[in-house]
């Protein structure tokens, strides 16, 4: 079966261009991405997950807040409230806002603009909307909860990442949910799925798609795929990208009961 | 899309109907409105109207330099732009937000499913290239403008034709549509776009909803897909928590429409240029530099060859019988889903065989 995924990798190899400078760090070969006996390029299988930390109450003044470390994404998730609303607040249920901001640091080249560009802005909507659907938003009615991420080391997609640190920082703050909220991306490379994108992966011109679910209600919360794949390998990532989500839920789950556990044991 | 103001009356009579499936406009399930493609004499122009929500594109070119990890690559641009009127019940910052979200989804469907060639607007690689940009005007709010942009931006674009231009050394010569004939772009596949509505928690589903629905709904699901069963673009809005089954069901019945629309946007827009083309090109240019005629006569007739080879795909699509041995798949009667979707599915099962039987006519004709 001629995938799209072939025809995508050999013009990378035919557009060398003599008059600019190769700038290769843009996008690397295809064939490199997955050695000859299954590993990645940091030495990841196609199904594991990057390295996962969480540590809550790192901000001692929110009402909840965690820092996580998956793989090298490093941020930090704050919430505030919930607390009085504005006067025009909805009166049947608390209204979430999102603000996303990164560090002039955490990416290779220093970034000038940190906020309100295109990027920022779309992912504080796209998570106000995920958590608006995810928190019992009729218990707090005029209210108003805040979200703050900070991207203090970005690896890629930030996306992800901060999905699943805002819901750690919930669970830490408090407030009820119907359902944890998990996401991961899934690529496909070479004819194999491969789950947890770091930035060089991402950057390939290769299918991709990010998939937030709540693994629990088996609720597909957010899907996007923004690049053309076929049907049949479509569903093959979507089941690649759900195994990846429960990995990643049973870890989130662990790291909640750790924390309750020296908390009460503190106490 | 519960932040717009919605009598509880409206409401309450829509979901009533959504419930027994059933439309105010006497539509089904899966019926999209009637769309209406109107090109004028301006190469790129198109005004489509999505029953009543119209949207006017315009695609226009300019000569810029490349970006220099990308020397040999064109670039294309959408911009789609809306005054508040269409909008009038949403909150000031909603609208730029909602905007932005459109804006968006159709960039991304544009440009990541590689839709048009962009090697193929280079002019000199790593100086000078074509730069596409195509403006949207949403004229009229009738409910899925997002719908009614792409098939504007998709028509816009089969429809422009980019001008001739002749490279002598670092030096390049632009002809105008007098002297040579401007060439199409090259479109390799055409991302359609359908929206779904979701009602109800999720349980109801309707295709292409209008202004009524779309003020009333959980939030929506749109695909993005091309006539070779590929998926070029999923992205989902409002609040809306799908199940895997509900998403195959989307696929399947977006699939349908796009075969129907990639149809019909190729067949409105040669049919145009086949009217105006006896009456443009009939009489050779007066004005013809001299070095230049046998040129200008093969740049002619190749582009008379072109436009019927318009549509090049770099992967060879599979034939329409292997795509509707898909869509037969026995699966579709045994889902399990919600009651509601499930007779949705009872009374669209009988539709969908008939219409396959029809397509399957049709392809052996």
């Known amino acids: 079966m001629s995938t799209p995924m072939d025809t995508s990798s050999l013009p990378i190899k035919n557009k060398s261009n003599q008059l600019t400078s190769t700038l290769t760090t843009d996008y690397i070969v295809g064939s490199d991405l997955i050695s000859i006996e299954g590993y990645r390029q940091d030495g990841r299988k196609p199904n594991e997950l990057r390295h996962f930390r969480v540590s809550f109450n790192v901000v001692p003044d929110a009402d909840g807040s965690c820092y996580m470390e998956h793989g090298n994404c490093k941020l930090l998730a704050t919430i505030y409230g919930p607390y009085e609303g504005e006067s025009r607040s909805n009166q049947e249920q608390a209204i979430i806002t999102c603000d996303f901001s990164m560090t002039s640091y955490c990416v290779s080249e220093r970034r000038l603009r940190t906020f309100g560009d295109m990027k920022s802005q779309r992912l504080q909507m796209a998570i106000q909307r995920v958590f608006q659907q995810a928190i019992i938003t009729e218990t707090y009615p005029k209210s108003q909860i805040d979200i703050y991420l900070k991207i203090l080391q970005s690896d890629g997609n930030d996306y992800s990442p901060c999905v699943n640190a805002t819901t750690l920082a919930f669970i830490n703050a408090g407030i009820p949910m119907k359902d944890f909220v998990c996401s991961s991306t899934v690529g496909y490379i070479q004819n194999k799925c491969i789950i947890d994108l770091n930035q060089q992966e991402e950057q390939q011109k290769s299918p991709q798609l990010t998939l937030t679910i709540m693994p629990q209600r088996d609720d597909i919360v957010a899907l996007t795929c923004e690049s053309r794949v076929h049907h049949d390998i479509y569903n093959e990532m979507l089941d690649a990208a759900t195994r990846a989500n429960l990995q990643l839920f049973d870890l989130m789950k662990q790291a909640v009961i750790n924390q309750l556990k020296t908390v009460l044991h503190v106490l | ?365």
Request: aromatic content about 4%; glycine content about 4%.
């Open chain 2, 1 to 365: 899309m519960k932040e717009l103001i919605c009598s509880t009356i409206e409401r309450n009579v829509v979901l009533k109907c959504i419930r027994d499936h059933k439309r105010l406009d006497l539509r089904t399930i899966d019926e999209t409105r009637s769309i209406n493609i109107e090109f004028h004499a301006h190469p790129g122009y198109v005004s489509v109207t999505l029953g009543q929500t119209h949207v006017i594109a315009q695609a226009s070119c300019r000569i810029t330099k490349p970006k220099e990890s990308r020397a040999s690559e064109g670039h294309i641009r959408i911009h789609l732009d809306m005054s508040k009127i269409p909008l009038i019940n949403l909150e000031n910052w909603k609208h730029q937000e909602f905007v932005q979200e459109l804006n968006g989804i159709l960039e991304q469907n544009i440009r990541h499913s590689n839709c048009l060639d962009l090697e193929s607007l280079c002019i000199n690689s790593g100086e000078l290239v074509w730069s596409i940009k195509i403006d949207l005007i949403v004229l009229n709010n009738c409910g899925n403008i997002l719908d009614c942009a792409n098939i504007a931006t998709l028509c816009s674009l089969y429809h422009f034709r980019l001008p001739e231009v002749s490279v002598h050394g670092s030096e390049i010569r632009v002809y105008s549509s007098t002297e040579r004939r401007a060439r199409p772009l090259r479109i390799l596949h055409f991302p359609i776009n359908v929206l779904f509505a979701f009602f109800i928690d999720g349980h109801y589903t309707l295709i292409d909803p209008n202004s009524d629905e779309e003020r009333l709904m959980d939030g929506f699901f749109s695909i993005s897909m091309n006539q070779h069963k590929e998926i070029c673009g999923i992205h989902m809005g409002g609040k809306l928590g799908l199940k895997k089954e509900q998403v195959e069901l989307c696929k399947k019945l977006a699939f349908k429409k796009v075969l129907e629309l990639t149809d019909r946007i190729r067949q409105v827009v040669t049919d145009y240029y086949k009217t105006i083309e006896p009456i443009t090109h009939a009489q050779p240019s007066i004005i013809r530099i001299d070095n230049d005629e046998d040129e200008d006569d093969d740049s002619s007739s190749s582009s008379e060859s072109e436009d019927p080879v318009l549509i090049k795909p770099e992967i060879p699509p599979s034939p329409i019988e292997n795509n509707v041995s898909l869509l037969l798949m026995p699966d579709l009667d045994n889902l399990s889903l919600t009651d509601d979707v499930s007779t949705m599915i009872a009374t669209n099962v009988d539709k969908l065989t008939s219409d396959l039987e029809n397509d399957d006519e049709h392809d052996n004709e």
